[in-house]
Each structure stands twice: as structure tokens, then as C-alpha cells.
């Protein structure tokens, strides 16, 4: 059964850091691209990072760059989003997904809010 877990999201002032965690099983973690997408009320899903299967290629949304990191550990099945500085933009639902050329799954979502 293929599960994808996030956890870390809550409520932080503007400025302030959270890191997202994704936890996978049910499916061989290191064969997939993992991401972290987001979706805002009201707006369309969009990418945040990916980090990619095979040669670890990292890709941001301009609008993260230089404040937020993507990481992944291949032996605890993991994938972890840093992020800093965050602004009440950043205010939405994060959704880890993996994907490979065969498959697509999601997690059920963890909410992200940032506000004073």
C-alpha cells in the first residue's frame, strides 16, 4: 500500500521557518522523482521543488528560490522541505508527490499558514 505522509506544517509568523517532512512506503522511494507542491484557496496546484531520481537535480519556483530547500534520504524514505524567510504568500496546502515514468502519488496534504 503506497503511503505519503507529510508533517511539519502549522501556523509561523512572517520571517519565521518550518521544515516539511514526507514520509513514503509501499514503493521503492530511490526509483522516484519527489516534489512538494502547493495550493493556495482559491488558486491552482503549483511546483515548489523537485528533486529528481537519479542524478538528484534540484529545480525551485522562482518565487521560493534562495529561501527554501529540498532534501531527500534515500535510506529513510524521506523528503524534507526547509523553509525560510516565509512570507504570508507562502500561506497554503504543501502536497509531496512522486512520480516516475510509470507512476504519480500524492500525500493528503499539510497546512501551511504564515501570518502575524
Known amino acids: 500500500q503506497v503511503q505519503l505522509v507529510e508533517s511539519g506544517g502549522g501556523l509561523v509568523q512572517p520571517g519565521g521557518s518550518l521544515r516539511l517532512s514526507c514520509a513514503a512506503s509501499g514503493f521503492t522511494f530511490s526509483s522516484y522523482s519527489m516534489s512538494w507542491y502547493r495550493q493556495a484557496p482559491g488558486k491552482e496546484r503549483e511546483l515548489v521543488a523537485q528533486?529528481?531520481?537519479?542524478?538528484?537535480?534540484?529545480t525551485y519556483a522562482d518565487s521560493v528560490k534562495g529561501r527554501f530547500t529540498i532534501s531527500r534520504d534515500n535510506a529513510k524514505n524521506t523528503v524534507y522541505l526547509q523553509m525560510n524567510s516565509l512570507k504570508p504568500e507562502d500561506t497554503a496546502v504543501y502536497y509531496c508527490?512522486?512520480?516516475?515514468?510509470?507512476?504519480?502519488?500524492w500525500g493528503q496534504g499539510t497546512q501551511v499558514t504564515v501570518s502575524s
Open positions: 508527490n512522486a512520480d516516475n515514468p510509470r507512476y504519480d502519488y
Open positions: 528533486i529528481t531520481r537519479t542524478r538528484g537535480t534540484i
